[in-house]
């Protein structure tokens, strides 16, 4: 036994005790007569005490050689302090040290183990084991956990059964790219990594499971960009014998419990929206409702004037930000220089004061009088006091560029707090999408997702117009997970694949065991993804993932504390019937 | 909603209520006036009956049609059978259907979906999904939900945390081959799926994580033998700051639960047993101890006499076969028939009759008397009425021979009794063993295993000799656990690849990142990991891992159901910057 007690558990009540405590050295203070030490590990830090009268010489001279993250072990006895400090729970006692061990030494490292470190992103990530000993990322992974087993709990009460999915599976032209695993065995061939477990959990209700959910590894191998990872986890399940309304109960049920047992906040019947009112509203699929600033379009009153921006735009479009009369010039400049920023691309804004005294001072006041601008006002929902920013453009663009804008003001004005949550249900997702690169349309969920009741005949006339049974769950703006009542029979199965660009002949390769599996009696079904990398970030009121994951990789989906990936040997090559073909 | 019930939970006490079910029709017996259809979900069997005075003509008629497997929903009334069923729940009740709704048609099963099936191990992997219909691999996967919701919940209360470690990480020489993933933004180079997390459960423990554990799938592209999966499930367990007693009393702590939560058993304190012990009075590291049957060597007694096989053997070693003198001349041919076969390799057995009236009957009386055979007796611990088998040999090989043998006869007189569980702690392994083929010591373990204190200058003498902080969990004759006392210092570490045949740029190009993390402060650490697939069998009383894995692969490594591998097109070969080279 390396230790009776954690450096966190220490109290008052122990006084006298004979104690043996291990850890880290956090810091030392040398009086001279007197060293503390600040022994850390997991659970808290407990005060040494080495003091030239009460303990041995030689002891007091090998704790006058501790350094910061030396690994020790002391044998003491628990003490009163005569300065308590009230910030920690061990804060009323030290301990009076009678044995010391130093179990290993350790260098400097490279930054500091401090909540505030002075280390950078790419030395944390390369020390990560390091960085893990801080307690912000220490914190954020216990906290990761607490969810897992929140969620895997719940759900094993409500009659879900987590079952592990193959890692090994078959790649497949749809979606993203896939990671592939070359086999050995079969020369030639190659296993991809799972993008999502989706067809083996769509089997496992044509093999009457019911209920089925895994946290599970998922696979994706695309550019990266900040904050994406090319693994990730999912909170993944589906259910049998289910319409929408029985999913939408199922998961606002889990997700309730989470903000519940996690954040202690009871949140009411989660809101619907409807896919387009979100688009239209938000200007996004996954709208923050933490606030309104809700989009009005303002086409009806801004068009037919003199003002040709407007008159030529598909769409003009405006908020009205609480309080923002009290914007400066100068920061309003600085907003439109913002929205005019490469990353959103807008070509100038309007914006309109709407003053205390209920008249209104526009950038346009040359083509609106005050009328016009009370309609704005109107359609806004502006209030004296507030400013109006107003976009205009082609509808999808103009809609993105005014959806940025919203949340930057939400943020800058304190509108995103942390500890609130507003959870969301966006439904009735389009069906398809129409993919510019490939000049097709793609499936918006994915192809196993089930046109509205009614809506697949419109597939031949108006794809774009279907609806699909999809849903998204939304959560301060962030969507935390996605499903979709899924396609249980061949031959709807079929069309869409047909839709979608497959030949029969590679629908049947890439998806055959699907349909074959529709005809020996599939239930109807459904199902939900959560990305727990984002809500256990979310639930923890912080944005960036990476932080809630313990070895994670970087923009160029390098592991640099491993340095992977790296280059084989030959023979490791030449086992798997492989040549590099690199392209200088 | 598509049910108010399952087909589970309907009894007496909802006679007279409506209900509504959905499932598969099990069987249907078709009486000309009355039909009964068993109808099944994943909770159980209920009973419908369509009555040709009650149900509609409409109904009836379309009842008339349905064909095993197809998915309906019923809505009907509970009533009292007229003659029940007590050998299932819902046994006492049926359901009058007063409305039918086929929800999917189904064609005939390729096997049928009872308990005992006709379907061979082939088609019911390429059809898994029927195949999990059945109760024996429903309930299995049901089976392993539990067990590792119940592993889960015990190390989360015992301070463990689960923490998620990568799967895209470095290729290693050291230990079985790897699956690797070629990295398409890093041309020509690999990631390898984790062995294990060996390597990031370390840096966890350097990380001040304390107690981790985590449920992963973990990655051999090995040969693979019948029973073996090239991706397999561990529980993955570390701890800092512990000693080989701490992580003995933690997990044989966990392992109690289960089998007192699981299985209803009370296991009193886990026998330990030196691996040098195992091997001598068993013939192999992972004995079975639900049965004595203990090897008794007798050199000493059978040697020196006129018998030249025996004379010449390394080792003359036997058993006693409890009441194995009831077996006849034929059944004894057919055991040294068995011992001879190429799988056993054995070149005989000689066998002493030890009869009722203390008299001894060999069939090597011609060189041995009785007081030479009651030696025998004595040292097997033989009763009258046991019978003695002996084999020789060298050493290593009768071992196994004879180990092999104990097993068969115990399996033969039903001692191995899959309700019975006897866990046992084997210690003391050795650090390395000779590997015949590359004609150097491997680390048995794994590289990162320490010698046991004082040890480590035994290697340059005598690397054979130096024993390991390792143990492994033994229960019912099968590893379930492995694990060891790690180095935790760079120098040792350091010496260990060196002895491993590494040279130090190897060392550092492979685990510099280890060793590094050695220097800033790495506490005393260990750990353990399960393999959970075999863990789950076991407790479940099986032997066949197989059945309780959703979806294995066949012995060739391929998924046969999606059949994977398969071939790559060329465009995602180029991109990986790789080129098929196939020896013909």
Redo the contacts between chains.
């Keep these: ?3 009776s007690h954690t450096c966190g558990e220490l109290n008052a009540s122990y006084i006298n005790k004979e104690v043996v405590l ?1 850890g ?1 050295v956090q810091k030392s203070r040398d009086k001279g007569f007197m060293i503390w030490v600040d022994l ?4 808290g830090i407990t005060q040494l005490i080495f003091d030239e009268e009460r303990t041995s010489k030689a002891i007091f001279q090998e704790a006058k050689l501790l350094g910061r ?3 020790i ?1 002391v044998t003491g006895k628990v003490i009163e302090r005569t300065s308590k400090n009230p910030n920690i729970p061990t804060g009323d006692i030290e301990i009076l040290v009678s044995k010391l061990t130093i ?5 400097l ?1 490279p930054f500091t183990i401090e909540d505030q470190t002075d280390g950078g992103e790419e030395l944390r990530m390369k ?7 801080r307690n912000p990322v ?1 914190n954020s ?2 906290f ?2 607490k969810v ?2 929140a969620v ?2 719940y759900l ?1 009460k409500e009659g879900f ?11 497949t ?1 749809e979606g993203a ?17 799972p993008q999502s477990p989706q ?2 959990k769509q ?2 209700m ?6 089925y959910f895994q946290i599970v ?1 998922c ?1 994706r ?1 695309e ?2 960009r900040a904050d994406r990872q ?2 990730f ?1 999912q909170i993944d399940c589906e259910m049998a ?3 929408q ?2 999913i939408l109960n199922a998961f606002e049920g889990l997700t309730r419990h989470l903000l519940k047992e996690i954040n202690g906040v009871e949140v009411d019947k989660f809101p619907r929206m409807l896919y387009d009112d979100a688009m239209r509203l938000y200007g996004n699929d996954k709208p923050d409702i933490r606030f309104g600033m809700q989009f009005g379009e303002l086409n009806a009153v801004a068009q037919h004037k003199d003002f040709g921006v407007f008159n030529t735009a598909e769409l003009v479009v405006g908020i009205a930000v609480p309080g923002g009369n009290s914007f400066t010039r100068k920061e309003i400049d600085q907003l439109i220089d913002w929205v005019k920023r490469p990353q959103i691309g807008a070509l100038g804004m309007v914006y309109c004061r709407c003053n205390e005294d209920g008249t209104f001072k526009s950038s346009v006041d040359k083509f609106y009088d005050e009328t016009d601008l009370a309609k704005w006002a109107e359609i806004t929902g502006a209030k004296p006091g507030d400013l109006i920013c107003v976009l205009s453009g082609e509808t999808n663009k103009v809609r993105t560029q005014l959806s940025a804008l919203r949340m930057e003001l939400a943020t800058r004005l304190g509108l995103r707090k942390p500890n609130e949550f507003a959870p969301l249900w966006v439904i009735d997702f389009p069906l398809l999408e129409w993919d510019e690169e490939t000049n097709r349309y793609h499936a918006m969920h994915h192809p196993f997702t089930s046109p509205k009741p009614g809506q697949l005949e419109l597939l031949a006339t108006n794809p774009g117009a279907v609806k699909a049974n999809a849903y998204d769950l939304v959560l301060n703006g962030n969507e935390i997970g996605g499903g979709s009542i899924r396609i ?2 061949k031959k709807t199965q079929s069309l869409m694949f047909d839709y979608l660009g497959f030949t029969p002949e590679e629908a049947k390769a890439q998806f055959g ?1 699907l349909m074959d ?8 079904h459904g199902g939900i993804a959560f990305g727990l990398d984002r809500l256990v970030a979310i639930l923890a009121g912080q944005e960036i993932i990476r932080d809630f ?3 994670p ?1 970087n923009n ?4 640099v ?9 030959d023979k ?12 200088s």
Tied chains: 1, 2.
């Design positions: 036994m390396y230790r291990a880290w850390r590990d997991r659970y993250e030396f690994v072990q179990l290993n030494k350790a260098q490292p020390f990560r084991y390091l960085d893990i000993r220490k992974l216990i990761r956990h897992a087993q895997r709990n094993s059964i987590e079952v592990e999915t193959p890692y090994l599976i078959k790649s032209p790219r896939d990671f592939v695993v070359p086999s050995r065995m079969n020369a030639g061939q190659f296993y991809a990594l067809t083996f089997l496992l044509v093999g009457g499971m019911d209920k590894k696979f191998d550019d990266l090319p693994e986890t014998f289910v319409e309304e029985d249980h029979d065991f599996a529709f005809q020996y009696g599939a239930p109807p994951i313990a070895f990789k160029a989906g390098r592991d504390m491993i340095d992977a990936p790296a280059p084989l040997d490791q090559l030449e086992e798997l019937s492989l040549k590099l073909n690199i392209k």
